[in-house]
């Protein structure tokens, strides 16, 4: 007879099943009611986030563009500032040539007035004076030196300008790179989208690098790189100001001790002319004189053999009287007239030999004279000749080297042109 088997488990009553069911539909009911609350959160979450995310993409890029906006603005503003200061670099630069080109053209001056002197050095005797000329002279020496130092401080001064204006030029270009880059990574950031290819997550994006700097530190860096700038340009224009002035005063310093000195040479000369002349008259009066007067010595000599024949005669013929015989040596009218006649020569020849001792003395002391006043004109003529050489020599300041012709050679002092007679006359002299 078979039997039931039962099988070895729990066995629920019945209140139990219905409480599972039911249990089971309400717990369904309850997680479709959480599921249908999450998933209307999740809704308003991701409308919510969608927004915030658009508006957030939105407000950035717009922060983007108006960062753009401002250190594109800061790039115009440092590119204009870097073209003024290239300008004023290469205006400064020009300046500074000039006054090196004008210091240069003054080591010509300077070296005419030095040979102007040392040819002056070559004056004889008693025109070896300390004239005018030299006092001209040596005060455009100090004028042409003066002007040089005051050159040479402002070449000084521009090169040191340079040196700033070339560190603010770095300083600023440095600054432009970065304004470069920055619109480029910005630029870059503002193009990127939701589909762009090289979008990825980053470690830690949100850190803040080494060496950030906060939005006011940014802004000052670049308005003391503009600042600087446009102080270092308003100092260079001054400088080229002042060296242009300084050129210009200098040029007419000089200019003025030109004229000046040779105001003093012509004057000079004209002064040396007319004792040059004064003392060629003198000569000529003089020979002319020594002439005359060789010519009355020459008189007073046949004079004076004439009297000397004439103490002959009357010698001999109261010599011959002394001869007479006995009574007939009388002393006669003849005898007191013969006696007379010879006391009469002694004298004449006593008085015309004394006359002749002394032309032949102011003879000697005209021919002294002449002596004196020939070397005087010699001397005259060289320092004529000098002063003519070192007019020629100044006429290097006036006119471009290379048309400059020496009227006078250096070495043989001879003229190279026509003359005037009187100046013609210096040259044969000396």
Request: charged content about 30%; some cysteine.
């Amino acid at each position: 007879m078979a039997t039931l088997s039962v099988k070895p488990s729990q066995r629920f009553q019945l209140p139990d099943w219905h409480t599972n069911s039911y249990l089971l539909s309400t717990n369904a009911q309850l997680q479709r009611d959480a599921s249908h609350q999450i998933r209307q959160e999740a809704r308003v979450l991701r409308n919510e986030t969608n927004n915030q995310t658009i508006w957030d993409e939105h407000d950035n890029r717009t922060r983007l563009v108006e960062r753009i906006d401002t250190v594109n603005r800061w790039k115009e503003m440092l590119d204009k500032c870097l073209t003024d200061l290239d300008a004023e670099i290469d205006a400064l630069t020009q300046m500074k040539d000039s006054a090196e080109r004008n210091l240069q053209a003054k080591n010509l001056p300077l070296d005419v007035a030095i040979e102007c002197l040392t040819l002056r050095e070559s004056r004889r005797d008693i025109d070896v004076v300390k004239d005018p000329v030299e006092d001209e002279l040596h005060k455009e020496v100090e004028v042409i030196e003066a002007t040089k130092k005051a050159l040479q401080q402002k070449v000084s001064q521009a090169f040191e300008q340079l040196c700033l204006l070339q560190e603010v030029r770095q300083q600023l270009n440095s600054d432009h790179r970065g304004k470069m880059e920055t619109l480029e990574i910005d630029r870059g950031c503002l193009s990127l989208n939701l589909r762009s290819p090289n979008i990825s997550l980053k470690v830690d994006p949100t850190r803040v690098p080494d060496g950030s700097t906060t939005l006011q530190q940014w802004d000052d860096f670049s308005q003391f790189n503009k600042d600087r700038g446009e102080a270092e340009m308003k100092a260079a224009t001054e400088l080229r100001e002042a060296i242009a002035l300084t050129i210009a005063e200098t040029n007419n310093e000089l200019e003025a001790q030109r004229v000046a000195t040779e105001f003093a040479f012509r004057k000079r000369l004209r002064e040396m002319e007319k004792v040059y002349s004064e003392l060629k008259w003198q000569e000529k009066n003089t020979l002319e004189e020594i002439a005359e007067l060789q010519e009355d010595i020459r008189h007073l000599e046949e004079d004076l053999r004439t009297k000397f024949l004439s103490l002959k005669l009357s010698h001999t013929r109261l010599e011959a009287r002394t001869y007479r015989p006995n009574v007939e040596l009388c002393r006669d009218q003849a005898q007191y007239g013969l006696t007379d006649e010879v006391h009469q020569l002694e004298a004449t020849i006593a008085a015309l030999k004394q006359k002749l001792a002394q032309a032949q003395d102011t003879l000697d002391a005209l021919y002294k004279h002449l002596a004196r006043l020939q070397a005087d004109i010699a001397c005259k003529a060289n320092s004529m000749l000098l002063d003519t050489k070192c007019m020629d020599t100044r006429r290097k300041l006036t006119m471009p080297a290379e048309k400059f012709v020496p009227e006078v050679d250096t070495f043989t002092r001879t003229t190279n042109s026509i003359l005037s007679p009187l100046k013609s006359c210096h040259l044969e002299l000396a």
